[in-house]
Nanobody, 119 residues
């Protein structure tokens, strides 16, 4: 079984910064990709940023230039540095990991961490 745990959410004023962390644990042979998604009230979950095993990154259009994803595959951790936060960034942020486990490649989700940006 794989566990995914996020931390670092909270309340911040517009223009401020937060750093989210995510740790995957369990019987993991290797990490293939780690991503951050978010879900705003009344909206579908959307991709915020992704980090592949090779180190390549991808970002949603609304966060480009403001958010930075980084990670340590050996430690099975991924981070999301969020700068210049806006009220529209208010959402529950979820960590998503794709890993190689006993049964093959599987994807797991964390429970989410709330980010609230006050304007």
């Amino acid at each position: 079984q794989v566990q995914v745990v996020e931390s670092g959410g909270g309340l911040v004023q517009a223009g401020g910064s937060l750093r989210l962390s995510c740790t995957a644990s369990g019987r993991i042979f290797s990490v293939r990709a780690m991503k951050w998604y978010r879900q705003c009230p009344g909206k579908q979950r959307e991709l915020v940023a992704g980090l592949s095993k090779s180190g390549s990154t991808a970002y949603g259009d609304s966060v480009k230039g403001r958010f930075t994803i980084s990670g340590d595959n050996a430690k099975q951790m991924v981070y999301l540095q969020m700068n210049s936060l806006e009220a529209e960034d208010t959402a529950v942020y979820y960590c998503n990991v794709t890993v190689l486990v006993d049964g093959g490649i599987s994807t797991y989700w964390g429970q989410g961490t709330q980010v609230t940006v006050s304007s």
